[in-house]
């Protein structure tokens, strides 16, 4: 069941998470290439995350954009924060992904930074447990907000009323 959403509605603004220039040896030498991590982003809950690669900066910076609009997910929100904890789990990178008082601001790290404010969340703290590979890292904070559930829709799943579940 996934929501494919239309970015062509959305107001997107892209941020280069990181470029590496990568090198493959072949029979008659190196063939270098650049991977480039791309974060897009609304700011108002819709954000995806894209990886491009090619043998032109500019050119692995596009692929890298379509492949982020393509993945767009929308992230449930609880005013400025998110409505509860979570662990983001990709590769060997994994996120705990907090919510915070109003007017703590974003404390993350590296790329779950510019994930977490490109998703539009004010309030949140994050944790990135195990790799420090900016792409995995990038990924896992996306797995994390995916999994994200209000209480309104945990109630709908489950067929019951708020009032059922927080007892």
Excluded: C, W
């Amino acid at each position: 069941m996934r929501n494919i959403v239309d970015a062509s509605k959305l107001e997107l603004t892209s941020t280069i998470v990181n470029i590496r220039r990568v090198s493959k040896t072949v029979k008659g030498g190196k063939n270098m290439r650049f991977s480039v991590t791309v974060v897009v982003g609304d700011g108002n809950g819709y954000v995806g995350v894209g990886l491009g690669k090619s043998i032109e900066i500019p050119e692995a910076v596009r692929k890298a954009e379509e492949d982020a609009k393509k993945n767009l997910i929308y992230v449930q929100m609880v005013g400025t924060t998110v409505p509860h904890k979570n662990l983001g789990v990709f590769g060997a990178g994994r996120v705990l992904i907090m919510p915070a008082a109003q007017g703590t601001g974003v404390i993350a790290g590296s790329s779950a930074r510019t994930v977490l404010e490109a998703a539009g969340i004010k309030d949140v703290r994050a944790k990135s447990i195990g790799s420090a590979n900016t792409v995995n890292v990038a990924y896992a904070t996306l797995e994390g907000l995916k999994n994200m559930m209000t209480l309104d829709k945990a109630a709908k799943l489950r067929g019951k009323t708020k009032e059922e579940i927080l007892g």
